[in-house]
Nanobody
Framework: QVQLVESGGGSVQAGGSLRLSCAAS????????LGWFRQYPGKEREGIAS????????DYSDSVKGRFIISRDNGKKILYLQMNSLLPEDTATYYC??????????????????????WGQGTQVTVSS
């Protein structure tokens, strides 16, 4: 089992920055495919960033590419999402997720289909114009 706890959400004005953190505990050695997702009220969860720790490969959705950066502190077992140039449409609940994948291709496919085994509880981000 892997437990994930997000933090760092809050309210910010458009153009500002926030950094989300996701602390992992439990059998984290097996979780090499990590992702950030967000969800708007009444909508499906969408993947916005992913990282495969085996190779350091990353990918982003078009909506956040160039503005958000996913990273991981392996020693502290913390996943980060640095969010810059925030827009009002970034307002959502943000979730981190983890699972095990054999390679980056499989990890990315899991991220694209939101098919992860472990999820955090979510943290709210509100961007005002």
């Amino acid at each position: 089992q892997v437990q994930l706890v997000e933090s760092g959400g809050g309210s910010v004005q458009a153009g500002g920055s926030l950094r989300l953190s996701c602390a992992a505990s439990g059998y984290t050695y097996s979780a090499n495919c990590l992702g950030w997702f967000r969800q708007y009220p009444g909508k499906e969860r969408e993947g916005i960033a992913s990282i495969y720790t085996g190779t350091g490969s990353t990918d982003y959705s078009d909506s956040v590419k160039g503005r958000f950066i996913i990273s991981r502190d392996n020693g502290k077992k913390i996943l980060y999402l640095q969010m810059n140039s925030l827009l009002p449409e970034d307002t959502a609940t943000y979730y981190c997720a983890a699972d095990r994948a054999l390679n980056w291709v499989m990890c990315r496919n899991s991220w694209l289909s939101s098919d992860f085994g472990y999820w955090g509880q979510g943290t709210q981000v509100t961007v005002s114009s």
